[in-house]
């Protein structure tokens, strides 16, 4: 029995050398490679297998090497490669024949290289957009019943140093085989296209693929060199805030709730952050929790603002941008009440001042004596109505004597005085 298993492990070991490739057999590159433009930031790599390599009942592979404009390696058994990359440096590519690495041959043999590119496209140095920035935002979608929710793209650059002052930049996207260009631009001092919003976009909230963005340009006194740039959806899609927070205090217990931020992705995928701000003492406090609802002690003489911020979570997708907070909601006491009782107090003290300083500064300058003066009070002597007075002279007028005498009513007395 031992000796049948020897001879047939035999037979199959000198079958097997047989069917192996001799360490001599010589690969060959394989012919006509060429690079096609087939959409923004988009090549097609294409080759034949070599019509004189040897046959040896084997399947040739091939391994891809991107030169430009950054070094990457795959492999792949296709004689054709769709590639997405920017291509406003130019692009650069080569491959080769392969034996694959499955372990059925002794060893693993390559052919040498053969290689393609496309040149940089023209523009002068210096002209191209700079600092391109975007993000994504999903919305309900009211205008189709194809699709819940709609995504749209904010996209903002600066012009070229060297761009001339007529230059004006126009931005496209891609996401899959779809393409649309720009209709809503905002612009810079100069009338110069330096902003782009889609309200509506061909973006899937869930989506995978490459979202890329080119910009061109033209001007009258130079050529402008355009602009690709590759962006991961997720890294640039910013969640909405939380929706219908609302808060509840109970003695220092501090109750709040809110509802998950319009997106596709469930209840489950989201994070949050909770800030509550003191406005009393300035103090802030944040938490991050991964529930709808918060609950936290205070005290009960503030007064309160609280806001809430969302993102997608690791659990559900690569982790976006934060949302923005939520508008703020206030409990506790009233403090533009309790600010509007200070500053009528201030306010009255001051007006009691500066009525003192007033008074003070009359009294100083008897300001208040020459804008009123005094009223001149009736007599209340009633003898004084009966006073006659009468001149006497003697002589030549050396001497003049003048009597007043005061005529007598029934019960008064009569007196006489007489001044020399």
Known sequence: MVLALLILWGTAVVLHADLLPDKKFLLL????????????????????????????????EYRVKINVPQEEEYETRKTESKYV????????ASVQS????????????????????????????????????????????????????????????LAGKDAPEDTQYFLYY???????????YSKDALNRNTACWFPRTFIKSKGHEWLVVHINGSSKHAAIQPYDQ????????????????TAELEGTRLYIHWEKPV??????????EVKIYNAMNGYFQVEKVSTNKFISTI???????????????????ENGLWSEWSQPIYVGKDEQKHLAEWLLIVLTAAICFLLLILSFACRMCHLWTKLF????????????????????KTGSGETETEVISYVDEPGLEVLENSVF
Not at 85 to 92: E, M, N, T, Y
Not at 103 to 126: C, D, H, I, N
Not at 373 to 392: A, G, W
Request: charged share 10%; net charge negative.
């Open 98 to 157: 392969i034996l694959p690495r499955d372990g059925s041959f002794l060893t693993s043999s390559s052919s040498s290289w053969v290689s393609a590119e496309l040149q940089a496209p023209p523009g002068s140095p210096g002209t191209s957009i700079v600092n391109l920035t975007c993000t994504t935002n999903t919305a309900i979608d009211n205008y189709t019943h194809l699709r819940l929710y709609q995504v749209s793209l904010r996209c903002t650059w």
């Open 299 to 317: 005290d009960d003489v503030s007064n309160y603002s609280i806001q809430v911020k969302a993102a997608v979570n690791f659990g559900c997708r």
């Open 373 to 392: 003066p005094p009223v001149p009070e009736p007599k209340n002597n009633l003898k004084d109505l009966f006073v006659t007075t009468n001149y006497e």
């Open 174 to 184: 891609r996401y899959g085989s779809q393409t649309e260009e720009c209709q809503a």
């Open 230 to 245: 590759l962006f991961v959806p997720y890294t640039i899609d910013q969640a909405n805030p939380p929706m219908n927070v």
């Open 85 to 92: 990359s920017p291509l406003h440096q130019g692009f650069s």
């Open 29 to 60: 590159p394989p012919v006509n490679f060429t690079i096609k433009v087939t959409g923004l930031a988009q090549v097609l790599l294409s080759w034949s297998p070599n019509p004189h390599q040897e046959q040896w009942n084997v399947n040739i």
């Open 263 to 272: 997106s596709p992705f469930p209840t489950q995928c989201f994070d949050y």
